[in-house]
């Protein structure tokens, strides 16, 4: 490895550590030759440009990282760049290539004791199989990979998989449990001081205000989310805030409001290819479509919606919209 390269690659590291992704992503930017020459940097650009939001050239980089890796015989480096594309594909909704590469990365981690890795995987397998609805399932995952971090001292990973449990919880509707575990991801976030993770447990927090009956301190926490992946950026993190802070307005008769926070969070999910946030983004304008009775693009959005989450898996939700428009539609006939 040339002096050049091994001295972007220590500072790549150091940015990838604070979250600084955009710095990351920049540094790497200005290195082709080194990029092309050494993959980790490819892997540690590739994780940054997941974090900005654009996930189909990360997944390409990604894909041809991954040979020169294995033809390296470098296993670390390897086994971290197919976990990072499962994350590509997660975000995508490409849940079945996902769920492949986070096998194959925990298959790989389990064999050279790698426990972040491991980690990693098992955390990312579990939010596959709570999208699917298999929450019990999705809760012994997270229980794998918490004693995982806790072995290596990951701070971060911690913060993730409590706030992951915590979603659980709050889809089966047992929001003290969720609440509990949402708390031990914000502490677990300031312990390593991650904004990215912060903004995440924020976000998640302000979900169960709404859920809980509070819009008012739902909105409030949804864009102080906002704000925070905006500055990180994170713009698919940022869509997912708006989405709540849409549907907290909602909750609280701003109608205009709610319209302009769910059309920015379709449109930058839609632009990034956040498959799940765009399903869930659409699902909300649909509601405040049927709140001002615009029937039409009602239709469309949960349709739409509707169609996403069937390709996700996520049946529950796309009953759930089903069931929702057949109710909207009746409602109309009867008015009618």
Known sequence: MSSRAEELLTEARTYAGEAAWARVSGLVDAADAELEAEPELAVLWAE??????NLRSARAALEAAIPRLERRGDAVGLRRAVNVLGAACFELGELG???EAFERALEMANAAGDHLTMARATNNLGMIANIRGAHDQALALYRVALPAYQRIGNSKGLAESYHNIAITYRDLRQYEEAERHQVRAIEFGQECQNGWVLAKAQAGRAELSLLRGEPEVAQAGARMAAEAYSAIPDPVGEADSLRLAGRACLALGSIAAAREALDRAV?????????????????????VYARVGEWERLRGDAR?????????GAETERVEVEAWLAEVVEGRSLQS
Not at 306 to 312: D, G, P, S
């Open 48 to 53: 940054a440009e997941i974090h900005l939001g």
């Open 97 to 99: 290539l996902a769920e």
């Open 267 to 287: 449109c930058l999910a839609r632009e990034h290819g956040s498959a799940l946030i765009e399903a869930e983004s659409l699902r909300a304008r649909a509601e």
């Open 304 to 312: 739409a919606a509707e169609a996403i989450f069937a390709r996700l």
